[in-house]
């Protein structure tokens, strides 16, 4: 089992910062990717971002430009780097990680934005 811990949500207003983390625990393996995911209010989770362990990147393209994901192996952790934040980004963010065909889920943090 694995387990995921996010931390870094929270209210912003539009145009503002915020640096999701996630601290991954348990039965860790070193090939895994990890990402990103978040559900808006009323709709379905959609993927924002992910990482491979070898650094490789993949993001929805409404966030391209103003987020960066990153990992630190030697942590198994990931940060979401948010910037230049707007109301459609505000949503419940999880973090994900898939590793040996297993897919685990953290517990979602809040981020809001507002004006």
């Known amino acids: 089992q694995v387990q995921l811990v996010e931390s870094g949500g929270g209210l912003v207003q539009i145009g503002g910062s915020l640096r999701l983390s996630c601290a991954a625990s348990?039965?860790?393996?070193?090939?895994?990717?990890m990402g990103w995911y978040r559900q808006p209010p009323g709709k379905q989770r959609e993927l924002v971002a992910t990482?491979?362990?070898?650094?490789?990147?993949n993001y929805k393209d409404s966030v391209k430009g103003r987020f960066t994901i990153s990992r630190d192996n030697a942590k198994n952790t990931v940060y979401l780097q948010m910037n230049s934040l707007k109301p459609e980004d505000t949503a419940v963010y999880y973090c994900?990680?898939?590793?040996?065909?297993?897919?685990?889920w953290g517990q979602g943090t809040q981020v809001t934005v507002s004006s």
């Open positions: 994900w990680r898939t590793q040996r065909g297993y897919h685990y």
């Open positions: 348990g039965s860790i393996f070193s090939i895994n990717t």
């Open positions: 990482i491979t362990s070898g650094g490789t990147t």
